[in-house]
């Protein structure tokens, strides 16, 4: 059974996420391994080696919010 979904903010309406928590590193592993994914400029530079921090995006590549919290990817894909 997969664990409950987090809400995400989405620019209005709060709605589940259709990515379960858990999967979204391995998610995002695959997507690049597999070049399916283009990441977004990187906006901080200073922060992209920071990868050890819990609020780190693997996505954005910089400090704000988890991979796992992180609506656009999840969106992207």
Same mark, same amino acid.
């Given at each position: 059974? %997969?664990?409950?979904?987090?809400?995400? %903010?989405? +620019? +209005?309406?709060?709605?589940?996420? &259709?990515?379960?928590?858990?999967?979204?590193?391995? &998610?995002?592993? &695959?997507?690049?391994?597999?070049? #399916? #994914?283009? #990441?977004?400029?990187?906006?901080?530079?200073?922060?992209?080696?920071?990868?050890?921090?819990?609020?780190?995006? &693997?996505?954005?590549?910089? #400090?704000?919010?988890?991979?796992?919290?992180? %609506?656009?990817?999840?969106?992207?894909?």
């Amino acid at each position: 059974m %997969y664990p409950p979904h987090r809400v995400t %903010y989405d +620019g +209005g309406t709060n709605t589940p996420s &259709l990515t379960p928590v858990d999967h979204t590193k391995m &998610l995002f592993k &695959l997507c690049m391994k597999n070049d #399916l #994914l283009k #990441l977004p400029a990187i906006r901080r530079p200073s922060e992209t080696d920071r990868v050890d921090e819990p609020n780190y995006c &693997l996505y954005h590549r910089m #400090l704000g919010h988890s991979i796992e919290d992180c %609506y656009i990817f999840k969106n992207e894909v």
